[in-house]
């Protein structure tokens, strides 16, 4: 985003280090050899295509606008051109025209200009320069990345610098292999012993190495969380094994609240904090808007006061719900990750009502959740330029001074992150291990 800021703010915000709590990207193999073919697929390899075809677009031209094998670029783009005006000003759309300004120096998206663009998307997928627009350009200190696995290995592109969630979604609502599982862990799961044996194993063996645990189980199910005793889940869990095409929503919703409640315990016991998908979905024609709010998660918080719970995407649009746990709970953190892209006027006002509402060290202000470094950095600058706004507005309202919100800044931008997660020894592990391997 192209932009003239001159202030002390300004320029402190778009200079510092930021930690990026989300990400989903691919790995260097994946970016070099499997990445976008073309400008046009890279610009809109993120959410905007939902943007679109709730603007108009047909589902048949926003999969054609992402097929880098197809060179018709011109009829690509024409697919989608007017659902485009209609979505351009969205917080998705202003992310395509960051990327295609400060990565590929496109003004205005047209075919000539796609064209004239591509030798800078062949650069770029290039061994080393995935890190190198995360970090150098963006200014980004590390990056946290849910691969979707339980397991985490070093990655050695920058052991340092792309860390691992534990993925735990499987377990609370879309279902394991247990083939798989017990290949990981050595366990084959009979009964709730045995599975919270295994369980205990994922975090014995990949925690050191490790920056939290991560499940987004509101896309799947509702987030409302209640005990369950182990007589009740052991039921569930043998309909599971032994009959899953049968087993009922209550069934699975017993065995996922008890999967939940045993990452809440060992996440406690192994430091490492909790995060939850609260709130927007991805995609189109899937969101049940009242099984996504971060107050069903309420008795959680309170059944687990000693884990750290790291609450995404500002739970939109149940914002103010969200504002309220952060002040209440000692044990809720609140995560701007995706949440400047979703929708950044309502990104700022969370900030806003959360200086004046929860304590300064409750929020982290940014993670892409994308696939592609190129996004990634697009999503980091949009959200400089907005928090810098943000934070102007409290200035002008004489509700902060400038050096006053340049250490809210730095606080939601970086040390809260430092606070909340073991990052330095998460680091040291995985650059030991890459070390001892080598």
């Known amino acids: 985003m192209k932009t003239h800021m001159t202030t002390q703010l300004q320029d402190f915000i778009n200079n510092t280090l930021v930690i990026d709590t ?54 690509r783009w024409n697919g989608i051109a007017q659902a485009w005006e209609n979505i351009r000003h969205t917080g998705y759309g202003q992310s395509v025209q960051v990327l295609a300004q400060n990565v590929y120096g496109i003004e205005e998206i047209t075919p000539d200009a796609l064209h004239a663009a591509q030798p800078v998307l062949e650069s770029l997928r290039c061994n080393g320069q995935r890190l190198h627009l995360l970090h150098d350009v963006a200014k980004i200190d590390h990056v946290q990345i849910d691969d979707k696995m339980r397991t985490c290995h070093p990655d050695e592109s920058g052991p340092d610098f792309f860390l691992s969630d534990i993925s735990w979604v499987g377990f609370v609502s879309k279902g394991v292999d247990w ?6 862990t050595g366990i084959c799961v009979k009964d709730l012993r045995s599975l919270r044996s295994a369980m205990e194993q994922v975090f014995a063996r990949h925690a050191q190495r490790a920056i939290a645990v991560k499940t987004q189980h509101a896309y799947n199910r509702t987030l409302r969380w209640r005990p369950v005793c182990d007589e009740d889940a052991d039921r569930a869990l043998n309909e599971v094994l032994t009959n899953p095409g049968n087993v009922d929503q209550n069934g699975r919703l017993c065995l996922g609240d008890w999967c939940l409640a045993q990452a809440a315990q060992l996440a406690g016991e192994y430091h490492l904090p909790l995060k939850i998908h609260t709130g927007y979905y991805a995609g189109n024609n899937s969101m049940i808007t ?6 069903h998660l309420c008795p959680l918080l309170i059944e687990y006061p000693n884990t750290r719970f790291v609450l995404m995407h500002i739970a939109y649009p149940y914002t103010e719900e969200l504002v309220a746990m952060t002040k209440h709970f000692p044990n809720a953190w609140a995560d701007l990750c995706w949440a400047w892209s979703v929708n950044p006027a309502a990104s700022g006002q969370f900030v806003r009502h959360m200086i004046h509402a929860a304590p300064a060290n409750k929020l982290s202000a940014f993670g892409g959740d994308t696939h592609w470094p190129t996004s990634a950095y697009a999503y980091c600058l949009q959200m400089r330029h907005h928090l810098a706004r943000t934070l102007q507005a409290e200035i002008d309202d004489r509700q902060l001074t400038e050096s006053q919100a340049i250490a809210y800044a730095q606080r939601i931008m970086f040390d809260n992150q430092v606070n909340c997660f073991e990052i330095d020894k998460t680091k040291a592990e995985n650059i030991n291990e890459v070390e001892q391997d080598s």
């Open 290 to 295: 009242d099984r996504i709010r971060a107050g």
């Open 22 to 75: 989300h990400e989903h990207l691919r790995t260097e193999h994946q970016w070099v050899e499997q990445g976008p073919l073309d400008v046009l697929q890279d610009l809109f390899a993120n959410y905007t295509k939902a943007d679109l075809i709730s603007g108009g677009a047909s589902p048949k031209a926003a999969r054609r606008l992402d097929d880098g094998h197809d060179p018709d670029i011109k009829n």
């Open 179 to 184: 083939d798989e599982l017990e290949g990981e």
